[in-house]
């Protein structure tokens, strides 16, 4: 994996000024994922599709996915960054954890107050492959580590501030699965690893600015 860090930083320096929309690399995937009524076994997402939105100042929308189609009609990975400058700051090539967002819970199970949210939340949503099911999956633990991550400003000039380089190891699941006490069966939780890097890029349609 460092390996192919340094030859991708290698090509990003050579063409960083003529970088297009959606370019990147990446890998996503699960020796054994679990959609239910969907997909049952291993997993390659495949990615072709990488891009950001940032919503403000300290919130960032990160997608990863398989063509560059609208997220509700397509295969991919969601990172959901809260905190950013804290990240940037201080968490950088720190292992940082992830869960579910805050008040997600199941019909029936209490939303409890938690003092120390995840900054980080990821979602694998298959709703190509799974277009007849609910086919997303919810981050429920693990970390994603950042080498690098974009400054969230969207005039960004300095092409290493808009550079983001993550890997992740994540347990998935649907939150309806989970059982009173908050655990998972454990035929129901998949665990997805990967790894994403590319420039923040303005434009359609990676970022839905002008």
């Known amino acids: 994996m460092k390996a192919k860090r340094l030859l991708f930083a290698g090509v990003l320096v050579l063409v960083q000024g003529a970088c297009s929309t959606g370019q990147g690399e990446g890998e996503v995937s699960s020796e054994k994922l ?7 076994g ?6 072709t599709f990488f891009g950001a939105n940032a919503f403000n100042s300290e919130q960032l929308a990160i997608r990863v996915q398989r063509g560059d189609n609208n ?17 940037r700051e201080t968490e950088i090539e720190t292992p ?3 869960g579910l967002p805050v008040g997600v819970t199941p019909p029936g199970i209490p939303i409890e107050a938690n003092p120390d949210p995840p900054k980080v939340n990821l979602a694998l949503y298959l709703h190509d492959t799974c277009y007849q099911q609910n086919g997303a999956l919810y981050s429920i633990g693990g970390t994603i580590t950042f080498h ?5 400003d969207i005039n960004e000039s300095n092409g290493e501030k808009r550079l983001t380089d993550a890997e992740f190891d994540a347990d998935f699941a649907d939150p309806r699965d989970m059982l009173p006490d908050r655990t998972y069966e454990a035929g129901s939780v998949s665990r997805v690893t990967g790894w994403f890097r590319f420039y923040f890029e303005r434009g359609q349609p990676a970022q839905p600015f002008p």
């Open 42 to 47: 291993p997993f390659d997402l495949g990615p």
């Open 96 to 98: 940082v954890q992830v």
């Open 34 to 40: 679990f959609v239910r009524d969907c997909w049952n």
């Open 71 to 87: 997220q509700e009609v397509s295969d991919g990975l969601s990172v959901i960054i809260r905190q950013l400058q804290d990240i």
């Open 148 to 152: 690098s991550l974009f400054s969230g």
